[in-house]
Structures are given as C-alpha cells and as structure tokens.
C-alpha cells in the first residue's frame, strides 16, 4: 500500500500533520497508519521527530477525553516519549 514518498522537509511537515491526526486515521485507515506514522514513531531521526512533534497535542487531547488511556500501555509508552523529548 504504499505510494509516492514526499522527500525532505515536506515530507515530515506533512507526517508531523498526519500524526496530529493519528487517532482518526488509525480509525479509518489502520494499515496505512501503522505503516506511515507508527513506524516512523518507532523509529528515529527527523521522521521520528517529526512524527513525535505532531504527536504530542494529541496525546493530551487523548488523555483528556478518554482518562482509561493513561493505563494502557501502548499510550503509556507513547506519552513517555514524548515526555523523554
């Protein structure tokens, strides 16, 4: 499933605004999101910071509307990346 990749900067402007919106799109898009914004969020370098810069008003806005998060672990773990950040 995956297409043309976006080079450079833009390209990781453009992941730092997927993953703002990784809760949708994981809703509606699993797989690509997995692929496009999980793996660079597991990974380092500028896409991992990208991606992780995107991602952290989201994962207050998580915490917020879904308090039963801040046991999972799969949301523990991403908060605390962001915290190491």
Sequence with gaps: ???PRI???QGRYSLAQFSRRLGWLH???AEWSEI???TALLG???NYDAALAGL???LDRLL???PALAVDPRFIRLKTLWDQR
């Design 1 to 3: 499933m995956a297409g």
């Design 7 to 9: 080079p450079n900067d």
């Design 27 to 29: 809703v509606h898009a």
């Design 36 to 38: 496009h914004i999980v």
């Design 44 to 46: 380092d370098g500028d």
């Design 56 to 58: 952290g008003p989201t």
């Design 64 to 66: 917020n509307a879904k």
